[in-house]
């Protein structure tokens, strides 16, 4: 049987990656859910927050936005 999972029980590999280059750049979720809907995703604070724990799956779309506004490519995202 299939598990859609990783090895660590989260619902995506970037989730993790994309808090710490949040931090980095010393914004808010909110304001990184600003960032994502002025690129066009529309994405809020709370989506954010599951995704960066693991608990929000993440579609390709999702993950070609995030990676544009986050200036990094989508395969260190996946890193």
């Known amino acids: 049987m299939f598990i859609n999972k990783s090895d ?4 995506n590999l970037c989730g993790e990656k994309i ?10 979720q909110r304001a990184l859910a600003d960032r994502l809907q002025i690129a ?4 809020n604070k709370n989506a954010i927050q599951r995704i960066e724990a693991g608990k929000r799956f993440v579609t390709d779309i999702e993950l070609k936005v995030m990676s ?4 990094i490519s989508v395969d260190q995202l996946l890193e």
Do not use: P, Q
Not at 8 to 11: D, E, L, R, T, V
């Open 68 to 71: 544009c506004v986050l200036d």
């Open 19 to 28: 808090a710490a280059l949040r931090m980095e750049m010393g914004i808010s």
């Open 8 to 11: 660590a029980g989260k619902n």
């Open 40 to 43: 066009g995703l529309d994405m």
